[in-house]
């Protein structure tokens, strides 16, 4: 009787424990609220902050708008990253983030703006090569 108990005993350790170890890695799998989301991007927006910048991932992988947002908005300054930061605005503002519907929009307006500049300073450049052949 009593090696049963001690065995019991060992089981009931071990599953305890089981389900201690399964209980912190769903919590880990947690996508935490939009503070936490916005500090860690802060912490990222420090300087070259690899740690924030892979955890803001692993969240907006996981579904989290505010985390694409946030992510999106590390890389819209990064012309190299452009492309990424629009995709992530995008499905971040079909997610339901406004925030990032709106971020999405100044982009297209500036970048319709700059496009605009540019026809017409080679209008103007046209312009001003045509008036001086004409001398």
Do not use: H
């Not at 005993?9 to 880990?28: H, N, R, W």
């Not at 989290?64 to 452009?82: G, I, K, M, T």
């Amino acid at each position: 009787m009593e090696l049963f108990n001690k065995s019991g005993v060992l089981v009931a350790t071990v599953l305890v424990s089981v389900g201690v170890l399964i209980g912190v890695q769903a919590k880990d799998d947690m996508v935490p609220p939009a503070p936490v989301i916005e500090a860690t991007a802060l912490q990222m927006n420090k300087g070259n902050n690899f740690a924030a910048e892979r955890r803001l991932r692993e969240w907006a992988e996981q579904g989290s708008a505010v985390a694409r947002r946030e992510l999106a908005r590390q890389y819209q300054a990064d012309s190299n990253r452009r492309d990424e930061a629009i995709k992530l605005f995008e499905d971040a503002a079909r997610a339901g983030d406004a925030q990032a519907a709106i971020q999405l929009s100044e982009m297209e307006r500036e970048a319709r703006n700059a496009e605009l500049s540019n026809i017409k300073e080679a209008a103007a450049t046209r312009t001003a090569a045509n008036t001086w052949n004409r001398y």
